[in-house]
């Protein structure tokens, strides 16, 4: 179950980063302004969004993989809840990005970093 969790979180912040990574890509368009911040930065927030699902893709595949013993360890799943609350903070943080990137860029009509 916990696990099921921690895949659809990090599932759902590798969307969010990924999302304000092309955001602020394609606030290049609103502002000529800063472009290659923008640029620079949009592309490390989608590499970023790409991490956070090529990492939990691991981290769930070793887990389907693991022996029952490993699985049902308190140390294991002590350190899946600490990583449960780590990948629901990356969602928070993205999320508050993401509302103030699309706030900054179809609100103002402004680029993100300019």
């Known amino acids: 179950m916990l696990i099921r969790w921690h895949k659809n979180s990090a599932l759902v912040s590798a969307i969010l980063w990924i999302g304000i ?22 592309f490390l927030f989608i590499l970023l969004g790409w991490f956070l699902y090529i990492r939990a893709n691991c981290f769930h595949r070793f ?41 900054r860029v179809f609100g103002e009509g402004y680029a993100v970093f300019g």
């Open 21 to 42: 990574g092309a955001i602020t890509i394609y606030s290049v368009a609103l502002s000529s302004f800063g472009w290659g911040i923008n640029l620079i930065m949009g």
């Open 63 to 103: 887990f389907l993989t693991s022996t029952a013993d490993i699985q049902n360890n308190p140390h294991f799943k002590r350190f899946l809840r600490l990583d449960l609350m780590f990948v629901l903070s990356t969602c928070l943080v993205g999320g508050l990005l993401l509302s103030a990137s699309i706030s």
